[in-house]
């Protein structure tokens, strides 16, 4: 098995997510940090076009999308689970609310004045401007909360939280931690980041000692390595995971295809196909410095389309 490299940087909420993941299973991978913001000509070398953040690594198999990380890295390392059978369904629920109802108010939320102070320390007023103008682009069509809608979201959400753990459960679902957990842990780190944002958690004493629970998994254990170095070593890969096409979806192994997000940072990733099955759209492509690679995608919030030829 070759080592988990995880493309991420500090201040990403999803990388968070990976990053506790990686402690609750005391693993240990190689980090990459990558730009927050494009260009990003090294994360496009090695995912073909996918800017969004974290991705993965293992040889010369990429993997975006953290839910799909999650996945891989609970096959790699299945205990403890993060998915236990006796919650298998309803927490995956949980997540995904979380990973997208939660984060796109709570990251909103943290980032009003009051809070941008603090999750960006000493940033200049032009690296600023810089970020919020890529972030509008990537997506567009989105609908800021005002900050007091936000907050009364906030204050739904974080009240569902608290009556779960009411009974003096642990984690969300009970003893054992797991996916969803990490899924709602993300935002709740990012807002405590957020200096006196982190006031609208304050009524809720439950869910801050759950997330210092969670938080106290730590990181796992991570080595440096350079995106130079995660692409020499994609380029030197031959090997690859297993794959497979599920008969009667239309598509054929080989056929060009693009494939692309379809909640925001709408970019298409073009290349060979090579797995189509309910979890997974997996192509290969090459690429002039990280060779073959194969990218793939959780087929849950993506889509697959064969190539329009010019
Ligand atoms: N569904 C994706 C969402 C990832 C995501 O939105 N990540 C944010 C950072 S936490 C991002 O990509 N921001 C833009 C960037 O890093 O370029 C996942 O689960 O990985």
Not at 236 to 252: E, K
Request: proline share 8%; net charge negative.
């Amino acid at each position: 098995m070759p080592d988990l490299i995880l493309h991420h940087y500090a201040g990403s909420p999803f990388s968070e997510k990976v990053r506790l993941i990686l402690g609750f299973k005391g693993m240990s991978y190689q980090s990459v940090n990558v730009p927050v913001m494009l260009p990003k000509p090294d994360v496009m070398a090695l995912t073909g076009g996918y800017r969004r953040t974290p991705f993965m690594q293992l040889g010369a198999d990429i993997y975006c999308d953290s839910a799909l990380m999650c996945k891989v890295i609970d096959r790699i390392q299945p205990q403890p689970s993060l998915y236990p059978a006796e919650t298998a369904g309803i927490a995956s629920i949980v997540a995904q609310w979380a990973d997208t109802q939660l984060f796109w108010i709570a990251v909103p939320y943290s980032l009003q004045p009051a809070g941008v102070g603090h999750l960006f320390p000493n940033a200049p007023a032009e690296f600023m401007k810089t970020f919020a103008a890529d972030r509008a682009a990537m997506n567009p069509t989105f609908r800021r909360p005002t900050f007091p809608d936000g907050e009364a979201h906030l204050h739904n959400y974080f009240a569902w939280l608290e009556a779960m753990l009411a009974d003096g459960r642990h984690f969300l679902f009970g003893a054992p931690a797991c996916i969803a957990d990490f899924a709602a842990a993300q935002s709740v780190w990012f807002m405590r980041r957020a200096g006196p944002v982190a006031a609208v958690l304050a009524p809720y004493p439950l869910v801050n000692a759950w997330y210092d629970r969670v938080d106290a998994f730590g990181q796992g254990e991570s080595h440096k390595m350079t995106s130079a170095d995660a692409i020499a070593l994609a380029a030197a890969t031959t090997t690859y995971a297993p794959t497979n096409i599920t008969a009667g979806q239309g598509f054929a192994e080989g056929d060009e295809v693009t494939v692309m997000p379809v909640d925001y940072a709408a970019d298409l990733v073009p290349g060979r196909l090579k797995a189509l099955n309910t979890e997974e759209i997996v192509i290969a492509r090459t690429d002039e410095r990280a060779g073959l690679v194969h990218v793939h995608f959780p087929r849950v919030s993506f889509q697959v389309k064969k190539a329009v030829s010019p």
